[in-house]
């Protein structure tokens, strides 16, 4: 990280989800703003809307890297749109532009980021998220925790390391 | 599927691995192969490279979608290399260009590549791969394969239906 | 663009280059900031550095795409670094994330966002840079610019239109 | 390039163009078959399907690197439909992929591809394509080819050098 520059956390979760994992998602959210740092999510709905939606509110700066080709593809709670027209592919700059990355919940796509941010070296903090077994039988180093408040901390504390 | 294309199988497997998931990469290269289908790769060595060197002594064709910026990475049994420069992010193409998919073994390059099948809806084949269970105590639509051959089968099965 | 969301406009230029070129680059990014948008940019040394470092100092808000693997290699002066790890792809996404792009001087990797820009629709204002002429005989629409503040001005009356 | 792996030659060109300009590719298709090079190109309509065309006639292979997510967007005459969903950003790849690639005629699609080759460094010759002049005013290495057989014969010693 450079010296100044603020951390960034990622957050991945479903574009819809229930409204339980929202206000999870929305209490993240305000938790990475109200420590100082900035929230990388997809820019879309359900889980990235809400973190964003409570980035805002608690004063902070929020970035989505959209998978179409427009932005207005952005919920209204991102700043910077940062568009890809990649597609799914665009989940991997999620996780590389992140210093940690929080997992809520879990779709197929969700499980892709935590296994890309596994396989580079990204520290992944899971809130509800997948179990995974290898195929001999151990589990990947993702940090389980129990709130968003103990999420964030656990993010921010790996992230600075 | 284009009428007249060959059918595209993907073999998607960790690069450096032991010597008996090497062995059922290679039987599975050749298998795609007898079976007149293409086999498409990342290109580099472990199961990809077994999986090629299989289907190049059974008489296919191999294509071998590599991460890095020059095709000489692609090991010694690709056809045809296809350069990405993109990194961990050419695995959704290895996946994309495949009618179905068979995972072998299991690093975490291997399971970003299961999951994005998964979400984009191309059919997986596990041959001693990930365990998965979802938040809600599902498992993902990874058809089981105990054997190279039973692999092919289903993955040629779904691929064309 | 969404309402409430501020301009982006996206600084296009070679990575070393020479000290008139940096002068304009620089005046370029702080223009940007002083008329309340945003500058996305590469993220690296060169066109892009001086603009990013005009635009902090005159309390803009900066965003470089990177094309490598590490936030680090992002210059001092931007805010929000997105890693791609995708090469010379990432120029296209410098490109689609801006309301309006400011091409100046000329490398190659400065021509080729000029195409992509003139391919998916996005306004081009260039300043010094390429002139080009399809084998029809016709111009490609930059519009052309003979100052830092005429760039700007042009660039921002084109995006928000 | 490996030993004994065939040469790739790219195509570029608009997906969609006159009469004339399809007759010179699918005679450049047909002349990278008969020289024993791999066709590359971007699969779909116009130039990279006459040039695919011609390179079937001739009993060659082709590769098609498709812009969307679905290998049925390929034209008839693509042997490996490489299915990226990355939208422009696939021109890159088609670019890294060839050992040279021959540019006919000129979208602005195909003048970014010219230009990512002239940037990483991938021999260009051109037909009837776009002329370029730098601000310092020095073109471009292109190399000019005035027929068909020129181009790939032009373009197949570059690639082999």
Known sequence: MSP?????????GPGATASD????????GAE???QGAILVCGGLGGVMEAAACGAKRAGGLT???VPGVDAGEA???IDVPVVTGMGE????LVVRSADAVIAIAGSYGTLSEI???????????GLRTWVLRSPDGTE???IRAASPSEAVAKAIEVARS
């Open 4 to 12: 100044g520059r603020k951390l960034r956390i990622g957050v991945l």
């Open 21 to 28: 994992v929202v206000a999870l998602a929305a209490e993240v």
């Open 32 to 34: 990475i703003a109200r």
């Open 63 to 65: 970035v989505g890297i």
């Open 75 to 77: 919920n209204a709670f």
């Open 89 to 92: 592919a665009r989940n991997i």
């Open 115 to 125: 296994a890309v941010a596994l396989k580079i070296g990204v520290p992944v903090v």
């Open 140 to 142: 990947p180093p993702i």
